[in-house]
Nanobody, 120 residues
Framework: QVQLVESGGGSVQAGGSLRLSCAASEYSAGINYRAWFRQAPGKEREGVATIYTGGGSPYYADSVKGRFTIYQDNAKNTVYLQMNSLKPEDSAMYYC?????????????WGQGTQVTVSS
């Protein structure tokens, strides 16, 4: 079973940047996709970005394309989400997830979440 631990959230002004980290406890065969999701109060959970640990192009939601970058350090079993040009509407609890496909509905392992707050 994969355990995920997020870090790096915090408060920032609009236009600023944050980097989130997601460390996995171990490599698990077949659980080769990582993703970041977010959920703001009163809103549904939204898939933000996914990446295949074996390489290839990441996928981004339209709402973050061009501002957020997902990347990985396989030696550290860690995935990152670099968030630039942050907007107040990016404020949410951000969750790291692991799964067997890039489909946002297929992620079954979750971290505890880290809060991101962007002020105007």
């Amino acid at each position: 079973q994969v355990q995920l631990v997020e870090s790096g959230g915090g408060s920032v002004q609009a236009g600023g940047s944050l980097r989130l980290s997601c460390a996995a406890s171990e490599y698990s065969a077949g659980i080769n996709y990582r993703a970041w999701f977010r959920q703001a109060p009163g809103k549904e959970r939204e898939g933000v970005a996914t990446i295949y640990t074996g390489g290839g192009s990441p996928y981004y939601a339209d709402s973050v394309k061009g501002r957020f970058t997902i990347y990985q350090d396989n030696a550290k079993n860690t995935v990152y989400l670099q968030m630039n040009s942050l907007k107040p509407e990016d404020s949410a609890m951000y969750y790291c997830a692991a799964g067997r496909s890039r489909d946002f509905a297929a992620f079954t392992y979750w971290g505890q979440g880290t809060q991101v707050t962007v002020s105007s």
